[in-house]
């Protein structure tokens, strides 16, 4: 089992736990591999960056890499080759970063290329971790985690939290969710193993067309009826230059937490609710 967190260097949740877990464990107790990469990306991770200040690139949009390319892309080459294509199952910790914050959800792909066998496996995963939600991830190339389910590795990709800080309570949870899967796969004490979620979240998030300066005005995780105004963008003068409305019943999944915002950012995420 291979956990990966850091790819964004601007989430610090998933290396936090990351680093409490390596701690928790005692090898001896342990069966199977387990192999942990608390900061994938530390050129990004060293400046407080999402992307990294080296070649400016998304890592989570460049896998499996390029052995001849720029930093990202070998460094993408490397993670894929001579760690993530060696794992069995694949769990991607991410948040919402600086500019965002999520509630927590244990994402899966469903349909696509990922096949039906992949996707059963990596839903069972996503609803070992425990955590307060699923998440249909949408399906994206060049992320590590789309890109390591299309090669046949059971994969969650995770999101808790965000702001650009790492609130412990959110560290704790991933922390909480690592040992479930781990006793739920027989590689730990049973005893670490949480309920498994049924509760899930399906939808993507919406963008802004303009840059501005976006105010939320429902809070994060609160549910939100059909045309009730979630978000309000503003001009330099704090004129309403448009309002964004919920399209359906659903919850805040995520919010904007950096204001100032460019043509293409999320502006609002509010996704429909389920059970799986
Ligand atoms: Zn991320």
């Not at 730990?188 to 993507?204: F, N, S, V, Y």
Request: with cysteine; glycine share 10%; net charge negative.
């Amino acid at each position: 089992m291979v956990f990966t967190a850091g790819i964004h260097g601007d989430e610090f949740e998933g290396p936090a736990a990351l680093w409490r877990l390596a701690e928790a464990l005692d090898p001896s107790q342990l069966r199977g591999t387990l192999l942990l990469v608390p900061i994938a990306n530390a050129s990004a991770f060293a400046a407080g960056m999402r992307t990294s200040p080296v070649d400016n690139e998304n890592l989570a949009r460049i896998f499996p890499g390029n052995a001849e390319g720029t930093l990202s892309h070998r460094l993408a080459d490397a993670l894929m080759r001579t760690v993530v294509e060696k794992a069995d199952i694949l769990i991607d910790s991410h948040s919402g970063g600086v500019r965002l914050a999520f509630v927590p959800v244990a994402g899966f792909y469903e349909g696509g290329d990922v096949s039906a066998a992949v996707t059963a496996r990596s839903l069972q995963i996503a609803k070992q971790m425990g955590i307060e939600y699923l998440w249909q991830l949408p399906p994206v190339n060049g992320v590590l985690s789309y890109e390591a389910a299309r090669r046949g590795i059971a994969v969650c990709g995770a999101e808790i939290g965000g702001r650009g800080n790492c609130l412990p309570e959110d560290a704790e949870n991933y922390l909480g969710a690592y040992l479930s899967v781990l006793a739920h796969q027989g590689m730990i004490d049973p005893a670490h193993k949480r309920a498994e979620t049924t509760a899930c979240l399906e939808g993507d998030w919406q963008t802004t067309p303009d840059a501005g300066y976006l105010e939320t005005v429902v809070s994060l995780g609160s549910r939100v009826g059909k045309g009730e105004t979630v978000a309000v963008l503003h001009d330099a003068l704090g004129q309403t230059i448009r309002e964004f409305p919920a399209g359906f019943d659903g919850r805040v999944m995520a919010v904007r937490h950096l204001n100032s915002v460019q043509s293409g950012d999320l502006a609002i995420c509010v996704v429909k609710e389920t059970i799986r």
